[in-house]
């Protein structure tokens, strides 16, 4: 098929920063290899509302100007979710990826009218069979629906980092001399660090200490004392819908209790390189995710990501985390929620010691082998090229 136009539309985009912003800029990127591309990316400079608002204007425009377009990309559910009220464009293939949390948002309204109305569009990309499976049990044609994984970087350094690491753990006053448990991303509740550190850590050998790595206030914020006088209900929404680390209250109290804060220390947000230096020589990355109502892990891509800089994965085999984590291939899953099967599991740290360098290296190994993000971008290619071959078909 001779080389075609797609538009890509997102409202998740660097500078911002998160998992979506980065897997839509690869997404973007690489797609200049396979396709002539452009792009209506939301970069910050204007609010959010006026983006959403000339979007479709915006849209039109691009395609008057640049009618060899054949196919627009929506990069999430709520920008999609928005496209389904816009008009002129009904000629182009429509395609958008779903991500998890953009299905399973627990607004009825959203669940009732909305979602089943993707069956408009040509395409919808899963990130993973668990997000795939629960667009398609809010009444999506399973037909529609295809899995594209998530990439990630492939840069690692082989540098040897101990001392690194002590001087880094030295800044942020951590115990030297102790085998380091990585908890690490934005404190939501469905990814379990505080049921960790309260109820599996307490149970395990007092030579392991936990890191806490990502965004955190050590004290009560203005918008924490909003949350609290909303209704619980429009709280859990506007929680999930904002990205409120609603598992900061309960972290910040243990880490602030000495039956806890003896065995678990906050590093807060550190650098790229600080974080690849904790990640090649910490003992393990824990993924402890837990079953929280209307949230879901979309994907995992945090346990490839430090899987590929060396880390030995415990992740909790729930939702979209069992498309990133093979067991006993690019790490070890363990049963959601459940203190008995954690203990045992990360004890294979205790009695395998001899083979951590080898299971670093056979872990790393086949996760970069099986991840990249050039193989997401072909998969996309891919599914654009049989839309556009369908509809060479059904014309001729």
């Not at 800044?171 to 380091?180: D, E, I, S, T």
């Amino acid at each position: 098929m001779s080389k075609f136009s797609v538009l890509f539309v997102s409202h998740k985009y660097p500078p911002s920063t998160g998992g979506m912003e980065k897997q839509s800029y690869e997404l973007i990127t690489r797609m200049h290899q396979y396709a002539k591309v452009y792009a209506l990316v939301y970069e910050g400079s204007e609010s959010i509302i006026q983006f959403f608002w000339k979007l479709n204007r915006r849209i039109l425009d691009l395609v008057h100007h640049h009618p060899e377009i054949r196919i627009i990309h929506f990069n999430d559910g709520l920008i999609a979710s928005l496209a389904l009220y816009h008009s002129g464009y009904d000629h182009l293939k429509k395609v958008v990826t779903v991500h998890g949390l953009d299905v399973v948002f627990p607004l009825g309204f959203y669940q009732r009218k909305i979602l089943p109305r993707f069956n408009r569009f040509d395409q919808i990309i899963a990130v993973s069979q668990a997000t795939a499976q629960e667009i398609v049990a809010r009444g999506v044609d399973s037909r529609r629906v295809q899995v594209v994984k998530n990439g990630i970087d492939h840069e690692w350094s082989n540098e040897r980092t101990v001392g690194k690491l002590d001087a880094l753990l030295q800044k942020h006053q951590v115990p030297l001399g102790k085998q380091y448990l990585v908890l690490l991303g934005r404190p939501v509740k469905r990814k379990g660090f505080s049921w960790f550190i309260k109820d599996v850590l307490p149970h395990l050998d007092p030579k392991y200490h936990v890191l806490v790595i990502g965004p955190f206030m050590p004290n009560i914020s203005a918008q924490e004392r909003l949350f609290s006088i909303i209704p619980a209900r429009w709280r859990h929404l506007l929680m999930l819908f904002l990205g409120h680390p609603s598992d900061l209250q309960a972290l910040r109290t243990l880490l602030q209790h000495p039956a806890y804060s003896a065995r678990a220390s906050y590093l807060g947000k550190i650098s790229a390189d600080a974080l690849q230096i904790v990640l090649s020589e910490a003992m393990a990355f824990m993924m402890p995710n837990i079953s929280v109502p209307g949230d879901m892990e979309g994907f995992g891509l945090v346990c490839l990501e430090a899987s590929s800089n060396g880390a030995i994965v415990f992740a909790a085999e729930i939702e979209g985390i069992t498309d990133a984590i093979q067991h006993e291939k690019n790490g070890f899953l363990v049963k959601s929620g459940n203190p008995a099967a954690w203990i045992e599991s990360l004890a294979r740290l205790d009695n395998n010691t001899q083979d951590i360098p080898t299971l670093r290296k056979q872990f790393r190994d086949y996760t970069l082998a099986q991840f990249s993000w050039d193989k997401m971008a072909e998969g996309y290619f891919g599914i654009f090229c049989s839309l556009l071959e369908e509809q060479v078909t059904k014309n001729s």
